[in-house]
């Protein structure tokens, strides 16, 4: 069973000026106005947030079904750009994983993975018991997985009194936040190797390529960074 209390205190480290779940409703109230514009009704954008639950994902979702792209297709192109997940996973579940806790809840924890709850995650694991980790996770996972849902559904009933350029504020407000996390988690020189470098490679790529440039900056940055740290320790 899951731990009540700890579930709760993962619940309630949403609350607060600095949560991330602020965020994460602008976006997706302009991701339900947005869907409501492309012609989906009310309970395909409710699921999109419901079982997809991935911003990117969805807006590829949605933009190869208006242009008719096959099922496999669409799976592909979905798949690819959640791959981002997986090194987060690979970085989070372990510090999570207890031999007395069944695995059911570590399968199922996976859906809530996102870079907001990821964010809390691992701000927080270390002032929870070890035993009692993966039920913060699901708390804090159920927080922001329920934020996504209601702010999609709030965002397509309010879609008529979004217009284009309110629309990209409240898209870009989320990404913003997480830049600024990130300046935040600046407490070694290799994250800020990532940080800095990647900040000015990116704008520098995108002047020769704009579909590569996140990619390859977060790749070139990311790779360097971690390079110098295995070298120096740090």
């Known amino acids: 069973m899951i731990n009540s209390k700890v579930f709760f205190q993962g619940l309630k480290s949403l609350q607060g000026s600095r949560s991330p779940a602020i965020p994460l409703a602008a976006c997706f109230i302009a991701l339900g106005a947005l869907l409501k514009d492309a012609g989906f009704n009310l309970q395909q954008s409710a699921a999109s947030s419901l079982f997809t639950y991935a911003l990117p994902g969805q807006l590829v979702m949605a933009e190869s079904l208006l242009v008719g792209a096959s099922i496999l297709n669409i799976f592909i192109a979905v ?32 859906h809530f993975l996102a870079v907001s709850s990821w964010l809390i995650a691992k701000d927080s694991y270390k002032k929870i018991d070890k035993r009692n980790r993966i039920d913060f996770w699901i708390g804090v996972g159920v927080g922001t ?17 979004l217009n284009k350029d309110m629309m990209v504020g409240l898209a870009i407000v989320n990404p913003v936040y997480f830049f600024c996390m990130m300046i935040g988690a600046m407490k070694n020189i290799s ?11 990116g704008p520098l790529i995108y ?3 704009a579909e590569w440039s996140l990619l390859f900056a977060g790749l070139i940055a990311g790779t360097v960074a971690f390079l110098f740290g295995e070298k120096n320790g740090v």
């Open 207 to 209: 002047l020769y390529s």
């Open 79 to 110: 798949w690819l750009v959640n791959f981002r997940l997986y090194p987060m996973t690979v970085s989070l579940f372990p510090l999570l994983v207890h031999k007395s806790q069944p695995k059911w809840k570590y399968y199922l924890s996976c």
């Open 145 to 161: 997985w329920s934020t996504a849902i209601l702010m999609t559904i709030a965002g397509y009933l309010s879609a008529e009194y």
């Open 191 to 201: 994250i800020s190797i990532a940080v800095i470098l990647g900040t000015i490679l």
